[in-house]
């Protein structure tokens, strides 16, 4: 019989004298020693990859090093990743990347307690809705200088940036200039018709000069909520993206060559930024699908 020496009398016990204290059938006692003998060790589920961790860390740091973007989380390694062939999920992704330190630094938002906005500020199409807004960088021998955009909601694309060392009205609208040019092909009156631009209450966007000039072009005005940045969040968010990308990480001699440099940006976002919600596509691919598949669709 198997015994087992007790800690406080120091004597031993028999299983039967055990399981009698207990009252337990002996039954029970052996097939649970019975079913922890034959226990395996628990192992994942499901097929089996093709990369150990090791190997996907090293794929992780080789897209990281050869990307042309700057602080990029797990998502956009992971979309890229696929476009090479190396299957995995996102969370690993994001295990790998965070046990190794290569997340980038997220910033933590306010709470607030109450959002009027609520609606949505994506439209269906392309050159529905555009939105702009502008930020301030410095120079080194200029000193500072005045940023304006403008971003389509649709296709999240950069469609007019602008540099000038004023920011005035007349600056606020060179954005809207470039975008009516190359996606309506021109610049007259009511050309532009059938398209809103969202803005904020800025002196700029609410003077008569840039509201009768949008007028001319057919654009509707929608100014977005007072203290709701949310309205206009496709500039805002491309403002961040400006600003992590370009002037928080580069030096500019003059505005001139700020403004270069914009314009070699906006070609670069457009081709090759992967937006989320379009599944990982740039905003030139999801422009250009959306009219082929309106082609198809007729």
Known sequence: MTVKESPSSQQCYGISKVCQALELPRSTFYHRKKSVEKEEPLKKRGPKTAYTDSLLEE???????????????????????????????????LRLMRENGLLAVAPKGKSRSKREHKGTIIPDAPDKMWGTDMTTTLTVTEGNASIFIAIDHFTAECVGIHAAKRGNRFEALEPLRQGVKEHFGGFEKGLASGLSLRHDHGSQYTSFDFQDEIQFLGIVSSPSY???????????????????????????????????????????????WLIQRHQHRSPEQVRKDFYVCQKMAA
């Open 59 to 93: 794929k992780i740091k080789h897209d990281l090093e050869n990307s042309p973007w700057k602080g990029e989380g797990h998502r956009k390694v992971w979309a890229r990743l696929r476009r090479e062939g190396i299957f995995t999920s996102k969370k690993r992704v």
């Open 226 to 272: 007072v203290r709701e940045p949310e309205c206009n969040g496709c500039a805002e968010r491309f403002i961040r993206t400006l600003k992590e990308q370009v002037l928080w990480i580069e030096r500019f001699e003059t505005v001139e060559e700020l403004r270069l440099a914009l314009l070699e940006f906006k070609k670069r976002y457009n081709k090759e």
